[in-house]
């Protein structure tokens, strides 16, 4: 796995770089922001993760999640950010302007390993979603309303794939609708808990649960339901599951007790980075998705 560890004002890259290179990481470090929105964009699919050391100057820090995340390119590309003695509040601004970690220069080898690995693993499955949307096209005409139904992930990514064609950022949209599919099977039909989530990754024992779970008698016949919309102005999506639902309020941003655990932000980045509007219905187990066709995507990042 290849790590971009960014640095600012000539900092010293401290313990970290080696710590990932201790670990198997390919790590390359970058003496300036500029230099690395070059590398990213020079080979995107490259670069598995970044860190960047913001030292203690959280501006710094937001100045480069802006420039990344207002890039249609690079957008999506995970960026841990280093923010030694940033208060809880200054952590919180980072992750809402899209930071996917919140680390200091002495954080735990092994969590550490843990966030570099979890943003890596990410980044891969969000390239196979850009190259399934790169490489598929319709051939049977313009989709305009249609209902499906779902049970597994792969048809998840599949669907989300198809789905995200008409969009006016197919890439974006399959990378969100991917998420709340993926949410729906697992939390809502298959019943697994945020809790239970992040034991499953710890022990990489999550997409065999997954399977393990899809095979028992009360799940055989749960689906996951997806109406699909065309308006003049909009493309709506709406998925349900069969599940009890849950309270979404939480999971809308990334709080400060989330910043370090591998699971947990899915919705929040949907919310925030792949749809203009995100909204949860009744008992939380059917969620509505909008999206404008006169908003640009990079404008909506800027704003």
Known sequence: MNILYVLCDARTPGPIPDQLCAKGYKTEVVDEPGS??????????????????????????????TLVKTDTEIWDTPVIVQSNGASEEEQTSLVEAGAYFCIVADIDNDILHSIVRTSAVDARQTRLIRKDVRNRSSGVGRLVNATFEIQTLDEARKLATMLSLPCPDPQSAAIGLTELLVNAIEHGNLGITYEQKQILLDTNSWPQEIEKRLLLTENRNKYVTVEFETHSSSIQFRIKDMGRGFDPKPFMT??????????????AMAAQFCFDKVEYIGCGNEVSVTIDHVAKWGQRLSA
């Open 36 to 65: 690395a929105i070059f590398t990213i964009r020079e080979n995107p699919d490259a670069i598995d993760a970044v860190i960047f050391n913001s030292g203690g100057d959280v501006q710094e820090g937001l100045e480069f999640l």
């Open 254 to 267: 990334i709080c400060p007790e989330r910043m370090t655990r591998r699971n947990g932000r899915g919705i």
